[in-house]
């Protein structure tokens, strides 16, 4: 059994998605998302996930950085820590001491290092590490598209768990990065960082993104009219980020923000971009429906919780299953078994079973939703 385990926590992952930011990559996006109040997750979710596999492996021995890099989580959790690294050297955390933390647990002979953040931090790993130890990505950060990271905390920690054990071999996978100033500009670009070896099991890690297939525009002249047909002028609409929603709602008369969150009532714009704060006030204020318009990520089928983060737990509290008003391409459809949700248990229940996919003019596929 491979007992000694590498945790590396990106303590801001994720902070520019709620703050309506779409990254976190940028300090000053760090320091404008806490002066707004919003909070880091990742070390929340890197003790998700480390409890998980502590249930399953109780005397499995961790390698971390000092303080909130992972040594605080552990200690949270009362895992067994063979060794704390010195970084990082000051009290603010950098890629740099991502960098250094992963080398000398290469070094230190892990045999495995679960990582918490987004695809930001798992270049940061892979360019220390390459493919000398297999990495596996505890989803926290805005966009995850690398084909390291679980679908959720759970996931991760149950995946650690049978890497450890040994029951699961490994793949090669992309680390993908998207170009983080022209995403918050609505183009996602992805740039190959490198190549990582992840322990291997479809059931708990994602697919690296594929890219969004272009043309058939008669498809999305179909879902716009068949949506079109369905939308009453006194409900509020949620249109999540994605090409396929935004090309649709461009059919619908909606100008919409590509990579954004934006809210319609009926098919009338009236809030652009918003962030997690103002997309619950304009909800909280609203008597009527509410409806939310997402698309599922190539690769991954991620629904809720992956560049979303905009729509909150207390929005989507605010929903049911029929709420959802889902839709794809027929062929990125096709290459996925089932669609995924990141978010906490409770949602999950409330959302998990089996949807309906708008894929065409009153053509729908059902697929199920873990």
């Known amino acids: 059994m491979r007992r000694l385990i590498g945790l590396i926590v990106n303590p801001v992952a994720g902070l520019g998605g709620p703050a309506g930011f779409k990254g976190t990559d940028a300090p000053w996006i760090v320091k404008t998302a806490l002066s707004r109040g919003y909070r880091p997750t990742s070390p929340i979710k890197a003790e998700r996930a480390v409890r998980i596999l502590l249930a399953r492996i109780p005397e499995v021995q961790f390698v971390s950085p000092r303080g909130v890099m992972g040594e605080q989580t552990l200690k949270r959790v009362g895992a067994r820590i063979a060794k704390v690294l010195e970084?990082?050297?000051?009290?603010?955390?950098?890629?740099?001491?991502?960098?250094?933390?992963?080398?000398?647990?290469?070094?230190?002979?892990?045999?495995?290092?679960?990582?918490?953040?987004?695809?930001?931090?798992?270049?940061?790993?892979?360019?220390?590490?390459?493919?000398?130890?297999?990495?596996?990505?505890?989803?926290?950060?805005?966009?995850?598209?690398?084909?390291?990271?679980?679908?959720?905390?759970?996931?991760?920690?149950?995946?650690?768990?049978?890497?450890?054990?040994?029951?699961?071999?490994?793949?090669?996978?992309?680390?993908?990065?998207?170009?983080?100033?022209?995403?918050?500009?609505?183009?996602?670009?992805?740039?190959l960082k490198g190549f990582a070896i992840t322990p291997d099991d479809p059931a708990h890690i994602q697919c690296t993104k594929e890219p969004t297939r272009g043309g058939d525009e008669a498809v999305y002249d179909g879902i716009a009219a068949y949506l079109a047909e369905n939308m009453d002028p006194n409900t509020l609409y949620i249109l999540g980020p994605g090409s396929t929603v935004s090309k649709v709602a461009a059919r619908l008369g909606i100008e919409k923000t590509p990579l954004g969150v934006d809210v319609a009532l009926g098919n009338r714009l009236i809030a652009k971009d918003v962030d997690a704060r103002e997309l619950e006030v304009i909800v909280d204020r609203h008597a009527g429906p509410v409806k939310l318009i997402l698309t599922p990520v190539g690769g991954s089928g991620v629904l809720l919780g992956r560049g979303n983060q905009q729509i909150s737990e207390r929005v989507l509290e605010r929903l049911d299953k029929t709420d959802l008003m889902v839709i794809s391409h027929p062929a990125k459809l096709a290459k996925l078994r089932e669609l995924r949700l990141d978010v906490n248990e409770e949602l999950r229940a409330r959302f998990r079973g089996y949807l309906r996919v708008v894929t065409g003019y009153r053509e729908e596929t059902l697929i199920r939703v873990l």
């Open 87 to 191: 970084v990082p050297n000051s009290c603010e955390t950098t890629p740099e001491d991502t960098v250094e933390a992963a080398k000398r647990m290469c070094g230190l002979g892990v045999a495995l290092i679960l990582f918490c953040g987004g695809d930001g931090t798992a270049a940061d790993v892979v360019s220390a590490v390459d493919q000398r130890v297999p990495i596996l990505g505890i989803p926290a950060g805005v966009k995850m598209f690398s084909g390291v990271f679980a679908y959720s905390p759970e996931d991760a920690g149950l995946l650690a768990a049978e890497y450890v054990e040994g029951r699961v071999g490994v793949r090669t996978a992309e680390i993908v990065d998207a170009v983080e100033d022209l995403y918050r500009q609505g183009e996602l670009r992805l740039e």
